[in-house]
């Protein structure tokens, strides 16, 4: 049996997510308590009582998911073997790459904080959105968006599973392209609920930013190999890392291709930590023999802890 251990981003935050793990586990709590300190306010009671609103906020979002993730690991490391590889959707990332040792917890914590809040001032004073078209392949999604491009900007931001893409741009082109991918046949099409075209070229002023932050922070070769949202292949020198890292926010994330490259080399076991299962899901769309688990509660843990022995024996 080989594992990946794989992480979340942004859209899987939840009011409450994180705060049973680190009621039960110390080593998860203290990760919430060093994060709070770097940022300034109690991300804990954040994730405990905050309304949906307000965690839907870039700048709170970001970094509550990322510890959360992170706290999950910490909870349930101990009890795991090393996975062969890491990865993480988006911001989720972030956490695959702490998890490497690429980048010291407190540091990749103010970085993620920036990135959000440029992020958030990106999408200032333009009118954006996302979706994600579902039942289509992702040539004919392309195919749309070079239909609606004279209205402004649209593409591909996520290539999710051979039937899922989220797109993002300029309102009233995205608008147009769901309209289109409705009449191709889309099986679904949903506005996700962003404060930004993230992944698009209308990140760029945030790209210019992030880099300058990247240039601060010390950056080491993973010890475990990290797939990377861009090029769906594992990263491999510092240098890399942070052309990647600043490239991730204006192209579009390569899940699919990820999943593709994991299933090649081997893995059969998905373990994603953090909040919800939106990986997992995604992961069995992509290669349906998989075996997926997850961590984000104890009960979780405990099903997930049993789930994995008994592979082990197998």
């Known amino acids: 049996m080989n594992t990946a251990f794989v992480f979340p981003g942004q859209g899987a935050q939840y009011v409450g997510m994180g705060v049973e793990i680190a009621d039960c586990y110390p080593e998860a709590k203290v990760l919430y308590n060093r994060a709070s300190n770097v940022l300034g ?42 996975p062969k590889f890491l990865a993480g959707l988006s911001l989720g990332e972030y956490s695959a790459l702490v998890a490497a040792g690429v980048m010291e917890f407190e540091d990749t914590v103010f970085l993620v904080q920036q990135r959000a809040i440029f992020m ?14 579902i039942g289509l392949n992702a040539d004919i999604v392309e195919a749309i968006c070079q239909q609606v491009k004279s209205i402004g900007v649209c593409q591909p931001t996520n290539y999710n599973t051979p039937n899922q893409t989220v797109i993002g741009g300029d309102a009233r082109a995205v608008e147009q392209a769901m309209t289109l991918a409705e009449q191709a046949g889309a099986t679904k099409v949903v506005q996700l609920a962003v404060s930004g075209a993230f992944h698009t070229p209308l990140m760029q002023s945030a790209a210019k930013r992030l880099a300058g932050i990247l240039a601060t922070i010390n950056i080491c070769t993973p010890r475990i190999p990290v797939i990377s949202n861009v090029t769906a292949q594992p990263i491999t020198t510092a240098e890399h890392i942070r052309f990647l890292l600043i490239h991730q926010i ?39 023999q998989a075996k997926t688990l997850n961590v984000e509660n104890s009960t979780s843990m405990n099903e997930t802890l049993e789930a994995f022995q008994g592979l082990v024996a197998i």
């Open 250 to 288: 204006t192209l579009p994330v390569r899940w699919m291709t990820s999943i593709q490259h994991l299933a090649n080399h081997g893995v059969d076991t998905f373990i994603e930590f953090g909040p919800g299962k939106t990986i997992s899901g995604l992961v069995k769309r992509n290669f349906n």
């Open 41 to 82: 306010f109690d991300l804990l009671q954040i994730c405990r009582d905050s309304s949906p609103e307000l965690l839907q906020q870039t700048e709170n979002a970001q970094p509550a998911i990322f510890v959360t993730n992170l706290a999950c690991l910490a909870a349930a490391q101990a009890q795991f073997p090393e």
């Open 120 to 133: 958030q001032e990106a999408s200032i004073n333009r009118d954006t959105k996302m979706a994600a078209i």
